[in-house]
């Protein structure tokens, strides 16, 4: 008897070892932010109206998260705004 509650235990440990906590390194586009949240704020909305269902009720604003702002790469001209003069 005592062994198998001996190896039931070692299976639970063993179990248990192996569990991560919850990863919570989520980065998306849109923040609630205000004097309530640490910048950038809660972004953790993929789509401003999730932001705004969320935030509604509550003191903050949505706005859009900075990491994604910076990260976009820049908008390139349009080449149909170009004219060139005649050759």
Same mark, same amino acid.
């Given at each position: ?35 309530? !949240? ?9 789509? *401003?109206?999730?932001?705004?269902? @969320?935030?509604? +009720? %509550?003191?903050? !604003? ?9 990260? *976009?790469?820049?908008?390139?001209? @349009?080449?149909? +705004? %170009? ?5």
């Amino acid at each position: 008897m005592r062994k198998t509650q001996l190896a039931l235990g070692a299976l639970v440990l063993a179990g248990l070892a192996g569990i991560e906590p919850a990863r919570a390194d989520y980065d998306y586009p849109w923040c609630i932010q205000g004097a309530a !949240y640490d910048y950038p704020g809660d972004c953790s909305y993929q789509t *401003r109206e999730q932001c705004l269902a @969320s935030v509604s +009720g %509550r003191k903050g !604003y949505c706005g859009q998260n900075p990491a994604f702002l910076l990260a *976009r790469p820049p908008l390139q001209p @349009s080449p149909r +705004g %170009r004219r060139f003069p005649p050759a």
